[in-house]
């Protein structure tokens, strides 16, 4: 058991975190479930890796549903949240981690359609399950955040430029769910050591990941910039909405 959450903190609340198989996703899902919640792990393609995360989990004595979807298919994302209403009937917590682009072999327009279209879509699905004082994370990266005044690498550009369009289509709808007493937090880190996204990069510009570290001292792990994401989730929203995690004294503020 970790503290990063104090102990009963989410307990009754039931939070899905997408793209929580492994990763960022994983290690959130397992504070928030410390912290007293059930959860719905979701995965595009590592089912083992999420039934044993489940499994894991099952043994805090908490409930642990495993969804597979494809959040770029709207049909595939009505399906988990029809799952999610069947077992627990509500959600509280909806965690949007899952993103990508630097893949190979998909369409040009693919990281487009994940870090914008699917996000905005997971969430309308999710709408009807949230109630007041549910909660609602994004979260996303300095590059992508800061991409409209502080140029990127370009091998990042294209995931940096779809994922800001994201954020700005979500942000959109901040009123809405503050209205129905939802809160809605972006969490945006530095790069993080250890991430599928750290090495991609890595092997495209070798050596971004030293160099970025050098110029901001230190750089997050995959837990503790989890603990962050988990921590947006019971923390008061930020007047701005925003969570900046690690330094952003590199970046230009718009």
Avoid: C, W
């Avoid at 049909?75 to 009937?89: N, Q």
Wanted: hydrophobic fraction near 45%; aromatic fraction near 4%.
């Amino acid at each position: 058991m970790t503290d990063v959450l104090p102990a009963g903190s989410l307990d009754g609340k039931v939070a899905l975190v997408t793209g929580s198989s492994r990763g960022i996703g994983a290690d959130t899902v397992r504070y928030l479930a410390e912290a007293g919640a059930d959860v719905v792990i979701n995965y595009r393609n590592k089912a083992p890796r999420a039934e044993k995360l489940a499994a894991q989990l099952r043994e805090l004595g908490r409930r642990a549903l495993v969804i597979g979807a494809d959040l770029t298919d709207p049909s595939s994302v009505a399906e988990m949240f029809d799952a999610v209403r069947a077992e627990y009937g509500r959600l509280d917590v909806l965690v949007l981690n899952a993103s990508g682009g630097m893949e190979s072999g998909m369409a040009e327009d693919y990281a487009l359609k994940l870090n914008r279209d699917a996000q905005l879509n997971v969430l309308e699905a999710a709408t009807s399950l949230l109630s007041d004082g549910a909660r609602v994370v994004f979260v996303t990266s300095h590059q992508a955040h800061f991409i409209r005044t502080t140029p990127t690498m370009p091998e990042y550009e294209p995931v940096a430029l779809s994922k800001r369009a994201g954020e700005d289509a979500l942000r959109e709808l901040i009123p809405g769910l503050a209205e129905k007493g939802i809160g809605f937090t972006v969490v945006s880190g530095d790069m993080i050591e250890g991430t599928i996204t750290a090495t991609l990069l890595e092997r495209a510009n070798p050596g971004a990941i030293a160099e970025r570290r050098d110029s901001a001292g230190r750089l997050y792990n995959v837990s503790e910039f989890a603990a962050e994401v988990a921590k947006a989730v019971i923390d008061p929203v930020p007047a701005d909405n925003t969570r900046l995690v690690g330094d952003v004294s590199a970046f230009a503020a718009e």
